[in-house]
């Protein structure tokens, strides 16, 4: 048996398959990991999430800020952004049976000494209170106040991280923290607006991956999210969004012996 952890696929369904059979994956023998962002840009979001939800025996896919978006979206609480590509699922008949399966997807990932989430982790979190926060967010998806989550769930504030934070404003956090992290202020409090590569950071940034003492240094983190990031194995983290809707590669980690798959993908949007 082998588990793939596959990176950010965003509805390229034509890239899924193909990296499927360079891998030879058997659904009897794998498992296949995601990290989220199954959904949204791409071409072809409708069959991406149809051939997770055939093959949930043998996928876990944790919840991207895309995946989100898509939820939102369906529930009429944010408009959908001019370069979305979801209306293929909106219409599709078995619409509300994708979007169940969707929101009851976990947040984190965790599984002996390897962690998947699809951004980040603020650095106040170690590897048990990041399992414990996810949970609180898991819990609220699938509980009957799932909308109201949904309705409030924009927003950029709060930034930092409190024990006392309550509310849409602690779900918001989290969500925030897990989906959508990529620097971190040097005061640890979450930054949203670069989202170009190392080169390019400035001084007053850093990477969540690289705070000072985060709690969550003696696990090892798998995710996403970061294209202009790229592939990036280390000790501690794996970074497996490799750009694939911009025209990169479609990438998969094999856990049990660390080496990396790629197929290249043709672009689906250049902006």
């Given amino acids: 048996m082998s588990t793939y952890v596959i990176g950010d ?15 030879n994956f058997d659904r ?13 840009r791409g071409e072809d979001s409708l069959a991406v999430l149809r051939w997770c939800m055939a093959h949930d025996d043998s996928v876990v896919a944790v919840l991207g800020n895309h995946d989100l978006h898509l939820l939102a979206v369906a529930g009429g609480y944010v408009a959908p952004h001019r370069k979305d590509t979801l209306d293929l699922i909106l219409r599709a008949p078995d619409r ?14 965790r599984e002996g000494e390897w962690l998947m989430v699809h951004a980040g982790l603020p650095p106040e979190w170690g590897a048990e209170a990041a399992q414990l926060h996810a949970g609180e967010l898991e ?16 927003g950029n504030e709060p930034r ?4 006392l934070l309550a509310g849409q404003e602690r779900l918001r956090f989290i969500a925030n923290a897990l989906t959508r992290t990529r ?6 409090s979450l930054e949203f607006q670069h989202k170009l590569g190392l080169e390019t950071a400035p001084d007053d940034l850093v990477p969540w991956f690289d705070f000072p003492n985060r709690r969550s240094g003696d696990v090892r983190i798998l995710f ?18 490799t750009g694939c809707l911009w025209g990169g590669a479609l990438t998969a980690f094999r856990l049990e012996d660390e080496q990396c798959f790629q197929v290249r993908c043709q672009a689906r949007q250049k902006t």
């Fill in 9 to 23: 696929i965003q509805g390229c369904h034509e890239a899924l398959e193909a990296l499927l059979a360079a891998l």
């Fill in 28 to 40: 009897a023998r794998d498992r296949v990991w995601i990290t989220g962002d199954l959904v949204n």
């Fill in 96 to 109: 509300d049976e994708l979007l169940d399966w969707l929101r009851r997807r976990p947040m984190l990932h």
């Fill in 139 to 154: 819990r609220a998806l699938r509980g009957p106040h799932w909308r109201a989550f949904l309705k409030d769930m924009y």
């Fill in 160 to 163: 930092r991280w409190s024990p």
């Fill in 183 to 188: 620097y971190l202020h040097v005061d640890g």
């Fill in 224 to 241: 996403g999210h970061w294209s202009t990031l790229g592939l990036l194995v280390r000790e501690d983290v794996v970074a497996l969004d």
